[in-house]
């Protein structure tokens, strides 16, 4: 199973909703990633988890919480976001973080939608 | 901040036609990264490629590595309207700092047929 899943596909949200995006990988890969990814541009890196644990933050505001709950499962839970905020949120996991040795393997997204 | 940039922004070609794009760095790298993307899905990895090495082949696809000119090539040979996406370079940083896979400004390829 090389699959990474996110859930849900697409969501709509107002900017005082509380949701969380999901994302699920069964390869056994010890680092997980958050990207966000506007129209037309690369994926940003957002929040990276090593062994569970968070090892980096670009500086994200903290209407963004990552959490991962155990080493097959990331969330990211959302509160209060802007509408600047809507974009393609990208889950990604890989084998090796450190220096990124291996490739990443990419869920296909959350739609995401701040109304 | 990108690490990469790549050339040309966009690419339109016929099918059966080659496709080559470029990415530039700008620090020294251990490996090189290749991801396609089909409009508004996820990344897919096509091909990482090692400092040490200097060209690796899968499929249709052709990858070069000049460290000299910190620069990398993608070529996808007799081209296909299935290969129409964004094709993105990442590089890892160069000291041992965890994830920070960073990606190019992306090619836009457009294959018709």
Redesign the interface.
Known sequence: DTE?T?TPKHLVMGMTNKKSLKCEQHMGHR?M?WYKQKA????E?MF?Y?YEKL??NESVPSRFSPECPNSSLLNLHLHALQPEDSA?Y?C?S?QS?????????????T?LTVV | SQQGEEDPQALSIQEGENATMNCSYKTSINNLQWYRQNSGRGLVHLILIRSNEREKHSGRLRVTLDTSKKSSSLLITASRAADTASYFCATPPPTDSWGKLQFGAGTQVVVTP
């Open positions: 990474v996110q680092a990633y037309k541009k690369p994926p890196l990276v090593s090892s980096i393609l990208l990604a890989s973080g450190a220096r990124m040795n291996t490739e990443a393997f990419f869920g296909q997204g739609r």
